[in-house]
């Protein structure tokens, strides 16, 4: 799979390639098309499970259909060119809905096929035989439908057909490179970013200081402390203005810690910045650094003001003794930047995503 830089870009460029076992795959692309958890019941996720995994199956059995996908040699990307995918995912009724359709494929004319879908409205509303909606599959799930008359509604002449352990010769290999889940290796601490680091909404302006939170998460199976995690951010040239750190992180197995931090934006153009950690005296990229981008705009020059009349001499005096307009009220006022540092907030909830799409 290939994955874009912004994370989860359309029009990002590819910045590396991760193996990820299919079902994996399936799971998480489920947990953010299928979205938000609430929204949607068990025979709703069923159906988009399958439309998940045979969408997937089909672009990973032919050369696929971007260039720059096919000249990394991957299937597919992390998008909406193909599918969303994020390194995490809604948990068990998101897992029972793969698992239930796991040893089941969704064929027509005995082949896989691009089982494509779109949002959709939450109606009863067909399409055109080659897409299915998400809302229009929660719509007929409360109808009473289950996933097999769903799928038959927007997939006309497609059948169920059982496949041995989920998939058939030339679906997607089994690999786990990337996987940083429950599964990681016993004894071994593993720190993983849910989801990506959420910016305080642009436009930025220069002079502005932007807030930025990540969510991190121990995936291994045992207590554990990295040194430093630290949120890098560097300027149009380079320069750096990272956005804070935090000393000495102990997370338990499964434990989620949230950050918040903040930098003045001081530079106008295009920053980025990512997530590194360390342990053992070594940095490195924490979960491929999480990246992010920006770009910081000059603030738009004021109208011409109209002429203004000399003041008299009592004016001039008033305004010399209030002193010179827009001076600092105070030495903090005249500070170039702020200090910055990364404060953990307890207790958090792993950030939801919005309705998939």
């Known amino acids: 799979?290939?994955?874009?830089?912004?994370?989860?870009?359309?029009?990002?460029?590819?910045?590396?390639?991760?193996?990820?076992?299919?079902?994996?795959?399936?799971?998480?692309?489920?947990?953010?098309?299928?979205?938000?958890?609430?929204?949607?019941?068990?025979?709703?996720?069923r159906a988009g499970a399958l439309a998940v995994k045979s969408y997937a199956w089909y672009w990973a059995t032919r050369p696929t259909k971007l260039s720059d996908v096919l000249?990394?040699?991957?299937?597919?990307?992390?998008?909406?060119?193909?599918?969303?995918?994020?390194?995490?995912?809604h948990g068990a009724r998101y897992q029972a809905a793969v698992d239930a359709t796991w040893g089941?494929?969704?064929?027509?004319?005995?082949a896989v096929f691009q089982s494509s879908y779109y949002a959709g409205a939450f109606s009863a509303a067909a399409t055109d035989g080659r897409h299915m909606t998400q809302w229009g599959s929660e719509f007929w799930a409360r109808q009473g439908g289950s996933y097999a008359s769903?799928?038959?509604?927007?997939?006309?002449?497609?059948?169920?057909?059982?496949?041995?352990?989920?998939?058939?010769?030339?679906?997607?290999?089994?690999?786990?490179?990337?996987?940083?889940?429950?599964?990681?290796?016993a004894g071994q601490p593993r720190l993983s970013v849910v989801g990506p680091v959420q910016l305080s909404p642009g436009p930025y302006r220069l002079g502005?200081?932007?807030?930025?939170?990540?969510?991190?998460?121990?995936?291994?199976?045992?207590?554990?402390?990295?040194?430093?995690?630290?949120?890098?951010?560097?300027?149009?040239?380079?320069?750096a203005r990272d956005?804070?750190?935090?000393?000495?992180?102990t997370l338990d197995p499964g434990e989620y810690r949230l950050f918040r931090g903040h930098v003045k934006l001081d530079l106008a153009g295009r920053w980025h910045g990512w997530l590194v950690d360390g342990a053992g005296g070594k940095l490195s990229l924490l979960d491929a650094g999480a990246p992010f981008s920006l770009v910081v705009h000059k603030p738009k020059p004021a109208a011409a003001a109209s002429p203004t009349p000399a003041?008299?001499?009592?004016?001039?005096?008033?305004?010399?003794?209030?002193?010179?307009?827009?001076?600092?009220?105070?030495?903090?006022?005249?500070?170039?930047?702020a200090d910055v540092q990364l404060v953990p907030v307890t207790a958090p909830s792993p950030p939801a995503p919005g309705p998939g799409g």
């Open 1 to 45: 799979m290939a994955r874009r830089f912004p994370a989860n870009d359309p029009s990002g460029v590819i910045v590396r390639v991760d193996t990820v076992d299919f079902r994996t795959y399936c799971l998480r692309v489920l947990s953010h098309e299928w979205a938000p958890p609430g929204a949607f019941s068990d025979q709703a996720l």
């Open 71 to 89: 000249a990394v040699g991957a299937d597919v990307d992390d998008t909406t060119n193909y599918q969303v995918y994020m390194d995490w995912d």
């Open 104 to 110: 089941t494929a969704l064929t027509r004319d005995g």
């Open 150 to 185: 769903i799928l038959a509604f927007y997939y006309p002449g497609s059948q169920l057909s059982p496949v041995a352990g989920g998939a058939a010769a030339g679906a997607p290999a089994a690999g786990s490179a990337s996987w940083t889940g429950p599964g990681a290796p």
């Open 311 to 337: 003041p008299t001499a009592h004016e001039s005096g008033a305004r010399r003794a209030r002193g010179r307009p827009g001076a600092p009220s105070s030495p903090d006022a005249a500070r170039k930047r």
């Open 243 to 249: 956005i804070g750190s935090a000393a000495k992180v």
């Open 208 to 239: 502005e200081t932007l807030q930025a939170e990540f969510t991190v998460r121990n995936d291994g199976a045992r207590r554990a402390t990295w040194d430093v995690i630290t949120l890098v951010a560097r300027g149009p040239h380079d320069e």
